[in-house]
């Protein structure tokens, strides 16, 4: 509980209609996009300029207040949560779209705008933000530099910190800095800006940003392709990419979700298949043509059973709607689904494929693959109960393998885009070297010595 | 997985920006009541209170969650628990319940209404000190109510055997805002050769009332709905209000307590169709075969879906069908067609600042097309349409598709 005093003092900041405190409201700010890991804040305040974030933390920091920055809230793995109570900094409505320069294919935003509305504004100007985090209808930018997002377009566009010219950030002593600049190129002293991007809201808040856009693509070309043997599928990723085609997204689908989207939306996936690879092509006409052909022929090559062009939009949106809905389909079929975010390098989809195959036999637990085979990002999903304790048990130990596997025999890391949190901090300290945490401690307590910065997340 | 994507479709989050005005946060929260680790606080009503139903979230949910359904239950506990509150309490059960009553309190107010200011379009400005309780501009209501000047049996015009009997269910906006929309549409279906029957003892459909959580009375109506038409052999029910056909279809998703009640519910839907659907899916009039009324020729026209049917009841190709073949206007379709009007019954009564910031957008929306004419199906949608194009000094008229055909 707060003072009624600094009740009051925030108020006079945000004014009274952007503060809120009834214990209704702080309920609804518990949680984040999994409701896996709930705290209640003691506030939540919206602030809408740079100028009140700052006397927001300058509060907080002198009252030695936890404040966790929230966007939309979308995050899975425990981000936006206030572990330790204190202030809740809602962003939402700190949202405009300052400017969108075609000269130099850059936007300048607040941090509560939305990444569809982003999206859909660019696109009338002919331009795109490449990073597409499937959160995207309610993901905020703030929120997506903080946790580094990527999606599908991951393997020809990269992720979010390709993406990132600048920012202005409020550090917890409520000074504004402003790291990077507007340039593609900037070797002005240590990187700092990345320090901030995928710093998960442990250093500062985010007020605004610099991006780097894109020219929307002129044309796309859906493809789906068919395996009867999973691993042949994590091989075609990569003999797709060496023999010269960059899509801009190789997703895959096992049995099981094919299964599942069948049964909620028939849309004539080959139910007996093992495995399909949806490809997305995009670019000017003519290349997209070839590229399309091309794959085909490539994974027909390496043991495709078919390949498919879809030869019209409407059969392309088919797909990439069976491909979202596949999502749905996991949790809606388990009590709890561990969907894990671990990405391995692309050569060695095949081999860890296969081996949580054996992990899902081995522990007798429903494990499916859904997930960004392009970039490795294959969010293997263990699906349990915790009423079922002797269950959730197997599940649990099929996790932390497939996660250690991952990370140490084939070379990955444990988390692609969720970023660490509150999910992944057992894991974290099992897999990262002590110095390397340490140095994090180090710039942490340089940067807020405090720890008010959403204290609890990442080593803790 | 709580992905929070209802936050894009939300019509009420998209000007609030608040996680209790979603459905994530109002879902999350009435979690909670069932888990007895949250009350019906008086902020936990305007939480609940403070939603369209206009299910844009739950026909865009990844996980398929029935939001309106727990917002209507969450409501029903409440009015279980609480009460009514003694405005509700009169409004429904004293007077929108009580056909006779309801009537008569219409013609009371359509006595006094002269003391208000009228704009066209059938709108009265409220005086800004009655404005100040928070209330919305009304519509003003007919000098004659439908039920005055209609006849119990309407036979096909072409005196020839009718191909079906139809029953007419007219709806309070029908019956005391546009009794001519009535009319047009007993006009047009005896036109076609159909016999058209209006029992006297129907009710109001019960839309405000069940979606308020007094689904006590909602039955009551339902009950004296089926009634109503049970004798009279009808081979369907039709309205030209989209709110009403959907009530009327609905009775069996958010009424039923009991297994009779649920099948009895069921048995009823299956003769409902809004007049939208029933000209093309029953009738089977072929689009190209309405004729254009004269005073619409040479104009640019576009629809408004009101959420009563393209999301309760899936109604969005008929009219855009017949839209489109009509020889003499032209068709623009309307970005964001189906995001709803604001109105949401009672909704607008309470938050009005807010339904017009949501009417807001949907005017923008209009703007972009160019159109002359907004045409729609439900003269709940119409009411606030025409003040919001009032307010915001458009020219644009709004239509129900049944005035723009002979």
Same mark, same amino acid.
């Given at each position: 509980?707060?003072?009624?005093?600094?009740?009051?003092?925030?108020?006079?900041?945000?004014?009274?209609?952007?503060?809120?405190?009834?214990?209704?409201?702080?309920?609804?700010?518990?949680?984040?996009?999994?409701?896996?890991?709930?705290?209640?804040?003691?506030?939540?305040?919206?602030?809408?300029?740079?100028?009140?974030?700052?006397?927001?933390?300058?509060?907080?920091?002198?009252?030695?207040?936890?404040?966790?920055?929230?966007?939309?809230?979308?995050?899975?793995?425990?981000?936006?949560?206030?572990?330790?109570?204190?202030?809740?900094?809602?962003?939402?409505?700190?949202?405009?779209?300052?400017?969108?320069?075609?000269?130099?294919?850059?936007?300048?935003?607040?941090?509560?705008?939305?990444?569809?509305?982003?999206?859909?504004?660019?696109?009338?100007?002919?331009?795109?933000?490449?990073?597409?985090?499937?959160?995207?209808?309610?993901?905020?930018?703030?929120?997506?530099?903080?946790?580094?997002?990527?999606?599908?377009?991951?393997?020809?566009?990269?992720?979010?910190?390709?993406?990132?010219?600048?920012?202005?950030?409020?550090?917890?002593?409520?000074?504004?800095?402003?790291?990077?600049?507007?340039?593609?190129?900037?070797?002005?002293?240590?990187?700092?800006?990345?320090?901030?991007?995928?710093?998960?809201?442990?250093?500062?808040?985010?007020?605004?940003?610099?991006?780097?856009?894109?020219?929307?693509?002129?044309?796309?070309?859906?493809?789906?392709?068919?395996?009867?043997?999973?691993?042949?599928?994590?091989?075609?990723?990569?003999?797709?990419?060496?023999?010269?085609?960059?899509?801009?997204?190789?997703?895959?689908?096992?049995?099981?979700?094919?299964?599942?989207?069948?049964?909620?939306?028939?849309?004539?996936?080959?139910?007996?298949?093992?495995?399909?690879?949806?490809?997305?092509?995009?670019?000017?006409?003519?290349?997209?043509?070839?590229?399309?052909?091309?794959?085909?022929?490539?994974?027909?090559?390496?043991?495709?059973?078919?390949?498919?062009?879809?030869?019209?939009?409407?059969?392309?949106?088919?797909?990439?709607?069976?491909?979202?809905?596949?999502?749905?389909?996991?949790?809606?079929?388990?009590?709890?689904?561990?969907?894990?975010?671990?990405?391995?390098?692309?050569?060695?989809?095949?081999?860890?494929?296969?081996?949580?195959?054996?992990?899902?036999?081995?522990?007798?637990?429903?494990?499916?693959?859904?997930?960004?085979?392009?970039?490795?990002?294959?969010?293997?999903?263990?699906?349990?109960?915790?009423?079922?304790?002797?269950?959730?048990?197997?599940?649990?130990?099929?996790?932390?393998?497939?996660?250690?596997?991952?990370?140490?025999?084939?070379?990955?890391?444990?988390?692609?885009?969720?970023?660490?949190?509150?999910?992944?901090?057992?894991?974290?300290?099992?897999?990262?070297?002590?110095?390397?945490?340490?140095?994090?401690?180090?710039?942490?307590?340089?940067?807020?010595?405090?720890?008010?910065?959403?204290?609890?997340?990442?080593?803790? | 997985?709580?992905?929070?994507?209802?936050?894009?479709?939300?019509?009420?989050? &998209? @000007?609030?920006?608040? !996680?209790?005005?979603?459905?994530? +946060? /109002?879902?999350? $929260?009435? *979690?909670?009541?069932? =888990?007895?680790? &949250? @009350?019906?606080?008086? !902020?936990?009503?305007?939480?609940? +209170? /403070?939603?369209? $139903?206009? *299910?844009?979230?739950? =026909?865009?949910?990844?996980?398929?969650?029935?939001?309106?359904?727990?917002?209507?239950?969450?409501?029903?506990?409440?009015?279980?628990?609480?009460?009514?509150?003694?405005?509700?309490?009169?409004?429904?059960?004293?007077?929108?319940?009580?056909?006779?009553?309801?009537?008569?309190?219409?013609?009371?107010?359509?006595?006094?209404?002269?003391?208000?200011?009228?704009?066209?379009?059938?709108?009265?400005?409220?005086?800004?000190?009655?404005?100040?309780?928070?209330?919305?501009?009304?519509?003003?209501?007919?000098?004659?109510?439908?039920?005055?000047?209609?006849?119990?049996?309407?036979?096909?015009?072409?005196?020839?055997?009718?191909?079906?009997?139809?029953?007419?269910?007219?709806?309070?906006?029908?019956?005391?805002?546009?009794?001519?929309?009535?009319?047009?549409?007993?006009?047009?279906?005896?036109?076609?050769?159909?016999?058209?029957?209006?029992?006297?003892?129907?009710?109001?459909?019960?839309?405000?009332?069940?979606?308020?959580?007094?689904?006590?009375?909602?039955?009551?109506?339902?009950?004296?709905?089926?009634?109503?038409?049970?004798?009279?052999?009808?081979?369907?029910?039709?309205?030209?209000?989209?709110?009403?056909?959907?009530?009327?279809?609905?009775?069996?998703?958010?009424?039923?307590?009991?297994?009779?009640?649920?099948?009895?519910?069921?048995?009823?839907?299956?003769?409902?169709?809004?007049?939208?659907?029933?000209?093309?899916?029953?009738?089977?009039?072929?689009?190209?075969?309405?004729?254009?009324?004269?005073?619409?020729?040479?104009?640019?026209?576009?629809?408004?879906?009101?959420?009563?049917?393209?999301?309760?009841?899936?109604?969005?190709?008929?009219?855009?069908?017949?839209?489109?073949?009509?020889?003499?206007?032209?068709?623009?379709?309307?970005?964001?067609?189906?995001?709803?009007?604001?109105?949401?019954?009672?909704?607008?009564?309470?938050?009005?600042?807010?339904?017009?910031?949501?009417?807001?957008?949907?005017?923008?929306?209009?703007?972009?097309?160019?159109?002359?004419?907004?045409?729609?199906?439900?003269?709940?949608?119409?009411?606030?349409?025409?003040?919001?194009?009032?307010?915001?000094?458009?020219?644009?008229?709004?239509?129900?598709?049944?005035?723009?055909?002979?």
């Amino acid at each position: 509980m707060l003072k009624e005093s600094l009740i009051s003092e925030f108020q006079k900041i945000v004014g009274k209609d952007n503060v809120l405190t009834a214990p209704e409201a702080l309920k609804a700010y518990s949680y984040d996009g999994t409701t896996s890991w709930v705290h209640e804040p003691d506030i939540v305040v919206f602030p809408t300029t740079t100028d009140e974030v700052s006397r927001i933390m300058k509060l907080a920091n002198a009252e030695k207040i936890p404040v966790t920055p929230r966007g939309g809230g979308t995050n899975v793995s425990g981000g936006s949560v206030p572990w330790h109570g204190g202030i809740v900094m809602a962003m939402t409505k700190f949202n405009q779209i300052l400017k969108i320069d075609k000269e130099n294919l850059t936007a300048t935003v607040e941090p509560g705008v939305v990444l569809q509305d982003l999206t859909l504004r660019l696109a009338k100007e002919g331009l795109f933000f490449p990073p597409d985090p499937q959160s995207f209808l309610g993901a905020t930018m703030g929120g997506i530099i903080s946790e580094n997002a990527g999606g599908p377009a991951g393997v020809k566009y990269g992720v979010t910190k390709q993406y990132v010219l600048g920012v202005e950030v409020v550090l917890p002593s409520g000074e504004v800095i402003h790291l990077g600049g507007r340039t593609l190129k900037n070797v002005v002293g240590y990187d700092l800006l990345h320090i901030f991007i995928s710093s998960e809201g442990t250093l500062g808040v985010i007020t605004k940003a610099e991006l780097k856009l894109n020219p929307l693509p002129q044309a796309r070309k859906t493809l789906c392709v068919v395996y009867d043997d999973v691993s042949i599928a994590g091989e075609g990723v990569f003999r797709v990419l060496e023999n010269g085609v960059i899509p801009c997204k190789i997703e895959m689908v096992d049995n099981w979700v094919i299964n599942r989207i069948e049964e909620m939306m028939p849309i004539g996936l080959p139910k007996d298949a093992d495995a399909c690879l949806f490809f997305e092509v995009d670019g000017i006409p003519e290349v997209v043509e070839k590229e399309a052909q091309k794959i085909a022929e490539i994974t027909k090559q390496y043991g495709a059973k078919e390949a498919r062009i879809a030869p019209n939009m409407d059969e392309a949106n088919k797909y990439w709607l069976a491909r979202r809905a596949g999502f749905a389909a996991v949790f809606g079929k388990a009590k709890q689904v561990f969907a894990e975010d671990v990405t391995v390098p692309r050569g060695n989809i095949p081999k860890f494929v296969k081996k949580i195959r054996e992990l899902a036999k081995k522990y007798d637990v429903e494990i499916v693959v859904l997930g960004h085979a392009g970039d490795g990002n294959l969010h293997p999903a263990v699906l349990t109960d915790p009423a079922n304790k002797e269950h959730y048990e197997r599940a649990l130990k099929a996790v932390d393998e497939i996660i250690e596997s991952a990370a140490v025999e084939f070379g990955g890391v444990l988390s692609g885009e969720h970023g660490i949190g509150l999910e992944k901090q057992k894991f974290m300290r099992k897999v990262t070297e002590p110095a390397v945490i340490n140095m994090m401690k180090g710039i942490k307590a340089l940067i807020d010595p405090n720890n008010i910065m959403n204290p609890g997340k990442i080593w803790e | 997985m709580k992905c929070g994507f209802c936050s894009f479709f939300c019509p009420v989050y &998209q @000007e609030e920006k608040m !996680e209790t005005s979603v459905a994530r +946060g /109002k879902n999350y $929260l009435v *979690k909670q009541v069932l =888990a007895g680790k &949250q @009350e019906f606080t008086p !902020e936990m009503a305007d939480i609940i +209170g /403070k939603c369209l $139903l206009c *299910k844009r979230c739950a =026909a865009n949910c990844p996980a398929k969650t029935q939001i309106d359904r727990v917002v209507v239950a969450a409501r029903a506990q409440m009015v279980k628990e609480k009460g009514l509150g003694a405005i509700k309490n009169f409004a429904f059960r004293k007077v929108m319940a009580n056909r006779k009553a309801f009537g008569k309190y219409a013609r009371l107010m359509q006595k006094f209404q002269w003391m208000m200011p009228t704009t066209e379009g059938k709108i009265k400005h409220l005086p800004d000190f009655v404005k100040g309780l928070g209330k919305r501009n009304f519509p003003s209501l007919s000098k004659t109510f439908l039920r005055d000047q209609i006849k119990p049996v309407y036979k096909p015009q072409n005196g020839e055997k009718p191909k079906m009997r139809v029953g007419f269910f007219m709806g309070c906006a029908t019956d005391f805002v546009y009794p001519e929309l009535g009319l047009k549409l007993i006009d047009f279906l005896t036109r076609h050769g159909v016999e058209v029957v209006v029992p006297e003892d129907q009710n109001c459909c019960g839309a405000a009332i069940y979606f308020s959580g007094d689904v006590e009375t909602g039955r009551m109506l339902a009950d004296l709905n089926i009634k109503a038409y049970k004798d009279l052999n009808v081979d369907y029910i039709v309205t030209a209000c989209g709110t009403c056909s959907s009530t009327l279809k609905d009775y069996q998703k958010y009424l039923p307590d009991t297994e009779e009640q649920k099948q009895r519910y069921e048995e009823f839907e299956k003769k409902i169709k809004d007049s939208t659907e029933f000209v093309i899916d029953i009738l089977k009039i072929p689009p190209q075969d309405f004729k254009l009324r004269k005073e619409f020729e040479g104009k640019t026209v576009t629809w408004h879906d009101p959420c009563h049917l393209v999301r309760y009841q899936n109604i969005k190709d008929q009219p855009r069908a017949i839209l489109k073949a009509l020889k003499g206007i032209k068709y623009v379709e309307m970005p964001n067609a189906d995001m709803c009007c604001g109105m949401g019954g009672s909704f607008s009564v309470y938050h009005y600042d807010l339904t017009k910031k949501i009417a807001g957008k949907k005017m923008d929306g209009i703007k972009a097309t160019g159109a002359d004419i907004v045409v729609t199906a439900c003269p709940g949608c119409m009411i606030n349409l025409i003040d919001n194009v009032l307010l915001n000094k458009m020219p644009q008229k709004v239509h129900h598709f049944l005035e723009l055909v002979e």
